[in-house]
């Protein structure tokens, strides 16, 4: 007998297929129903345990580890509330299509639907956010009911990392013992070697494939970008393990289209920047508004291949519908993934691979010669007047004290004084090469959008895009920073760092280093975006929701070296002379402190303290500048 009891056998089995199906990690929370499993994961010498005390941590963890790495990272946790606290990051999962697998153990039939404690119903707890879900059958030590569950566990990693890839729900009941302790005749001892011990390898060996277009399907497709003179290649949010750089520059060197790439498209950034035409500032210049101009000044695509999801600029989205162009978008799934309903075409493949065929086969490649290079320039301008680097620009732009009015002013006299997207710049122009980025929603993300360009260091770049919380990101960050040797920098809002303030707790159970950089602005500045702000009451207390916590304790408990710069308004007096000079002093301090971060041992926190309001009237104005300094009277918002 190799096992104590059945529930030992029956989780034995069930981890080691886990690892024969290629995991090497699963994200464990205490508990006692999940015991069985908790030790056999424990136990088992191929895998990495790493021990998560709040579940709901413990699943952003895991959801940032397998975005990162591309493969699952399986959950174990018990039953109850516990189970119910993976829901926001099994939401984020599906949408973002990030593999995960939930183990969620649970009371045997007979004890569930009964009146006691923590006996909640968990059967398709996660609804239809779930890619496959099963209640297993009670363990049980015989040939065809562990083959079952070995086969079972193949099938839910292969669906988790499947074509359309995203979260699984494996719902595990255990009797009593939980613990390893001897229980006489549970086990036969003439089990078959295959149902108890598995095979060698896989129980079921699962070969992966890709959707892609026939030839004729192809060749048309081919055909339509090849006559096109004027074309965009539009990358969003890259799904897990990305897009493939490489064959997107090919297909952009046959088409002579630029490739315009989301932040968290994974082609933002690297080495092929270098001969690629990224463009990566369009956030800061266009507008659907520009689409509807006769300007001669500006040309509309003929046709659009879109990859990944939504991009995260509105601005982009809305141009692009606005411009009436064929869409292709692109979705291994075949699910419709194009937030503006402007798609005129789905086309079920792979994007790396479709990619790749297509630069082989379409003809010319030419396009308009005036085309891409109205790209660059437009991209170089936005990238001059977010630097201060006026020399060279030649425009007038309208700007007053709340936004735009009729005075024109020159252009180097905008007062572009320190704002949040500055912190973005100098904390990307800090990373070291190769670095992990990961993002919060809310602000920073877009900042990181409008405000840091190409570059051809090796940055990946990561956010929770899929349902956009600012819950979970501390976690996410830390899981990505678990699959990688790479340095990781997170860049967090105020909000969200209180959100998952205990997912800090990882950095030293997980042995999980990381550079922290949040943009402070004590409360939800992202409403200033919004017409609420115009409102008061209730915009204060129910929108911006000023806290006035102090960080710095927060990073003592998790023994995190912590620094302070206030880059408010009201603090920058003494850093130069003019708002431009004080904005590049505050912006050399941020690069510093992440620099020195990085240089240092240890997980740092750098508190950025701004000026919500003020962030954004800086926004305005360097967009109003942007807009003029490309399209003169076309642009707009």
Same mark, same amino acid.
């Not at 998560?52 to 895991?62: G, N, P, V, W």
């Not at 595990?172 to 613990?179: H, R, S, T």
């Not at 209730?538 to 206030?566: K, M, N, Q, V």
């Given at each position: 007998?190799?096992?104590?009891?059945?529930?030992?056998?029956?989780?034995?089995?069930?981890? =080691? &297929?886990?690892? +024969? *199906?290629?995991?090497?990690?699963?994200? @464990?929370?205490?508990?006692? #129903?999940? $015991? !069985? %499993?908790?030790?056999?994961?424990?136990?088992?010498?191929?895998?990495?345990?790493?021990?998560?005390? =709040? &579940?709901?941590? +413990? *699943?952003?963890?895991?959801?940032?580890? @397998?975005?990162?790495?591309? #493969?699952? $990272? !399986? %959950?174990?946790?018990?039953?109850?509330?516990?189970?119910?606290?993976?829901?926001?990051?099994?939401?984020?999962?599906?949408? +973002?299509?990030?593999?995960?697998?939930?183990?969620?153990?649970?009371?045997?039939?007979?004890?569930?639907?009964?009146?006691?404690?923590?006996?909640?119903?968990?059967?398709?707890?996660?609804?239809?956010?779930?890619?496959?879900?099963?209640?297993?059958?009670?363990?049980?030590?015989?040939?065809?009911?562990?083959?079952?569950?070995?086969?079972?566990?193949?099938?839910?990693?292969?669906?988790?990392?499947?074509?359309?890839?995203?979260?699984?729900?494996?719902?595990?009941?255990?009797?009593?013992?939980?613990?390893?302790?001897?229980?006489?005749?549970?086990?036969?001892?003439?089990?078959?070697?295959?149902?108890?011990?598995?095979?060698?390898?896989?129980?079921?060996?699962?070969?992966?494939?890709?959707?892609?277009?026939?030839?004729?399907?192809?060749?048309?497709?081919?055909?339509?970008?090849?006559?096109?003179?004027?074309?965009?290649?539009?990358?969003?949010?890259?799904?897990?393990?990305?897009?493939?750089?490489?064959?997107?520059?090919?297909?952009?060197?046959?088409?002579?289209?630029?490739?315009?790439?989301?932040?968290?498209?994974?082609?933002?950034?690297?080495?092929?920047?270098?001969?690629?035409?990224?463009?990566?500032?369009?956030?800061?210049?266009?507008?659907?508004?520009?689409?509807?101009?006769?300007?001669?000044?500006?040309?509309?695509?003929?046709?659009?291949?879109?990859?990944?999801?939504?991009?995260?600029?509105?601005?982009?989205?809305?141009?692009?519908?606005?411009?009436?162009?064929?869409?292709?978008?692109?979705?291994?799934?075949?699910?419709?993934?194009?937030?503006?309903?402007?798609?005129?075409?789905?086309?079920?493949?792979?994007?790396?691979?479709?990619?790749?065929?297509?630069?082989?086969?379409?003809?010319?490649?030419?396009?308009?010669?005036?085309?891409?290079?109205?790209?660059?320039?437009?991209?170089?301008?936005?990238?001059?007047?977010?630097?201060?680097?006026?020399?060279?620009?030649?425009?007038?732009?309208?700007?007053?004290?709340?936004?735009?009015?009729?005075?024109?002013?020159?252009?180097?006299?905008?007062?572009?004084?320190?704002?949040?997207?500055?912190?973005?710049?100098?904390?990307?122009?800090?990373?070291?090469?190769?670095?992990?980025?990961?993002?919060?929603?809310?602000?920073?993300?877009?900042?990181?959008?409008?405000?840091?360009?190409?570059?051809?260091?090796?940055?990946?770049?990561?956010?929770?895009?899929?349902?956009?919380?600012?819950?979970?990101?501390?976690?996410?960050?830390?899981?990505?920073?678990?699959?990688?040797?790479?340095?990781?920098?997170?860049?967090?809002?105020?909000?969200?760092?209180?959100?998952?303030?205990?997912?800090?707790?990882?950095?030293?159970?997980?042995?999980?280093?990381?550079?922290?950089?949040?943009?402070?602005?004590?409360?939800?500045?992202?409403?200033?975006?919004?017409?609420?702000?115009?409102?008061?009451?209730?915009?204060?207390?129910?929108?911006?929701?000023?806290?006035?916590?102090?960080?710095?304790?927060?990073?003592?408990?998790?023994?995190?070296?912590?620094?302070?710069?206030?880059?408010?308004?009201?603090?920058?007096?003494?850093?130069?002379?003019?708002?431009?000079?004080?904005?590049?002093?505050?912006?050399?301090?941020?690069?510093?402190?992440?620099?020195?971060?990085?240089?240092?041992?240890?997980?740092?926190?750098?508190?950025?303290?701004?000026?919500?309001?003020?962030?954004?009237?800086?926004?305005?104005?360097?967009?109003?500048?942007?807009?003029?300094?490309?399209?003169?009277?076309?642009?707009?918002?």
């Amino acid at each position: 007998m190799t096992a104590p009891n059945r529930n030992v056998l029956w989780a034995n089995a069930l981890v =080691d &297929e886990l690892v +024969a *199906a290629g995991v090497d990690a699963v994200v @464990a929370s205490p508990g006692s #129903r999940s $015991t !069985p %499993l908790t030790v056999a994961a424990a136990s088992h010498e191929e895998l990495t345990v790493f021990s998560q005390l =709040d &579940e709901r941590s +413990a *699943a952003y963890f895991a959801l940032g580890r @397998a975005r990162r790495t591309g #493969r699952v $990272t !399986p %959950l174990i946790c018990t039953s109850g509330t516990a189970a119910a606290n993976y829901h926001p990051a099994v939401m984020e999962a599906s949408e +973002a299509r990030v593999p995960l697998l939930a183990l969620t153990a649970d009371r045997p039939p007979e004890l569930r639907d009964s009146g006691a404690n923590q006996t909640a119903d968990q059967e398709k707890l996660y609804g239809d956010a779930v890619r496959f879900y099963k209640d297993l059958p009670e363990p049980a030590a015989n040939d065809r009911a562990l083959r079952s569950l070995r086969t079972t566990v193949a099938r839910a990693v292969a669906t988790a990392e499947g074509a359309d890839q995203g979260p699984v729900h494996l719902n595990v009941p255990f009797k009593k013992p939980l613990e390893p302790t001897p229980v006489p005749g549970d086990v036969p001892d003439d089990l078959p070697a295959a149902a108890e011990l598995g095979r060698d390898g896989p129980y079921v060996d699962v070969t992966a494939g890709a959707p892609e277009p026939g030839d004729d399907e192809l060749r048309a497709l081919a055909g339509e970008l090849g006559d096109a003179d004027r074309g965009l290649i539009v990358a969003g949010p890259a799904d897990p393990p990305g897009i493939d750089p490489e064959s997107v520059t090919a297909l952009a060197h046959a088409t002579g289209f630029p490739v315009l790439a989301d932040p968290l498209s994974g082609l933002r950034y690297g080495g092929h920047t270098r001969v690629a035409p990224v463009i990566g500032r369009y956030d800061a210049y266009l507008s659907a508004d520009l689409a509807d101009e006769e300007e001669e000044s500006w040309t509309d695509p003929d046709v659009v291949l879109r990859l990944g999801a939504s991009p995260t600029s509105k601005r982009l989205r809305k141009y692009l519908a606005a411009t009436g162009a064929d869409q292709y978008q692109v979705d291994p799934a075949g699910r419709w993934r194009e937030a503006e309903f402007a798609a005129t075409d789905l086309v079920v493949a792979e994007p790396s691979r479709l990619c790749a065929r297509l630069s082989r086969l379409v003809g010319g490649g030419s396009g308009d010669a005036d085309w891409r290079a109205q790209w660059e320039e437009a991209d170089r301008v936005a990238e001059a007047v977010h630097a201060r680097e006026w020399d060279g620009i030649d425009a007038e732009v309208a700007v007053g004290d709340e936004g735009t009015t009729d005075d024109e002013t020159a252009i180097e006299d905008v007062d572009a004084g320190f704002h949040e997207g500055d912190a973005l710049r100098a904390v990307a122009e800090a990373l070291p090469d190769p670095a992990t980025l990961f993002v919060s929603n809310s602000m920073p993300v877009r900042d990181l959008d409008r405000f840091v360009g190409p570059t051809t260091a090796s940055v990946t770049a990561l956010g929770n895009r899929g349902v956009s919380g600012i819950d979970g990101i501390v976690s996410s960050a830390l899981g990505a920073r678990a699959g990688t040797t790479d340095d990781l920098t997170l860049v967090l809002g105020d909000l969200a760092l209180y959100h998952d303030s205990n997912g800090l707790l990882a950095v030293e159970r997980c042995d999980a280093d990381a550079t922290v950089v949040t943009v402070n602005n004590d409360g939800g500045g992202i409403f200033h975006k919004l017409p609420i702000e115009s409102f008061e009451p209730p915009f204060t207390e129910s929108f911006r929701t000023p806290h006035g916590l102090d960080f710095e304790p927060l990073a003592a408990l998790h023994g995190l070296e912590y620094e302070r710069i206030d880059a408010r308004p009201d603090a920058l007096a003494d850093r130069g002379e003019s708002p431009a000079e004080r904005a590049d002093a505050v912006a050399e301090e941020v690069a510093a402190a992440v620099s020195r971060s990085h240089e240092e041992p240890g997980s740092h926190l750098i508190d950025v303290e701004t000026d919500a309001e003020a962030s954004h009237r800086t926004r305005e104005r360097l967009a109003a500048a942007v807009d003029d300094a490309v399209h003169g009277d076309a642009g707009g918002e």
